[in-house]
């Protein structure tokens, strides 16, 4: 008896909410959504369902806490950028992490890896923005892009607009190409780099099978669609966001000034 005692108090000294979330994530990695179960967690961590329970109240809470664990390591650290104050129409002083530009970027690039690397993620970020935008992993997100906008001289007033626009893009762009380039979600787009070869081939040909004079568009784009690069596209899509933003943005202005707030009253 004595023995057993022992050996219950190691496992709950072992198990900690940390070590159950990380086992959740591997859970999610290798079996999908549909894998992450009491029942399979309490076999990977061995221990019992009221242990788990223990230390994260429900399910749907354990995995809020995977998505936000995720998405912290894909992030790189917060920062603000500095901006030159001697004259108005001085230039934003980057500082050594690089520029507000290269900040989202890094933002985006970051989260579109770890959706790559773990398949499971980009639905879970789309449900947590629209179901939870309270929650760990938006505000961290919106933090994260919004700093480097205010950054860029956007009006104080279209922050938000601006800010969710990126998201938007950054999050349904990285769904869509989470479920193609390796393939690991299982579903039915190509499984491996020569799949995803062959099926941007068909794809390609169908294209260029269509009716030129209906589809004269398509028809004249489908060997670019046959040879893009996923990654490559999505900075493209970055870039393009962000030349807006910085065309429309007025010169010399800092972030915040009094001229970009709202008049109430």
Known sequence: MGTQTRQS???????SRERIVEAAVELLDTEGEGG???RALAERLST????????????GELLQAATATVVAGALPPLRTPTVSPQTPDAPRTPDSTGS???AIRAVALGLFDAALEH????AQLAAQLTRSPWGAVTPRIFESIGRQVRALDVPRRDWFATTSTLVHYILG??????????????GPF???????????????RAWQDLDPDEYPFLHDIADQMREHEDREQF???IGLILTGITAGAPAGRPPGAPGDRPVTG
């Open 9 to 15: 108090q190691r496992r709950r000294q072992v198990l």
């Open 190 to 204: 190509p499984g491996t780099a020569a799949e995803r070869s062959e099926f941007l081939d068909v794809a390609s």
């Open 36 to 38: 992450l179960t009491v």
């Open 235 to 237: 900075l493209t899509g």
């Open 100 to 102: 507000p530009e290269d």
């Open 48 to 59: 019992g369902s009221g242990a788990i329970y223990h230390h994260v109240g429900n399910m």
């Open 173 to 186: 762009a990285t769904a869509q190409n989470a479920q193609t380039p390796d393939g690991t979600d299982g």
């Open 119 to 122: 398949p499971w993620l980009a």
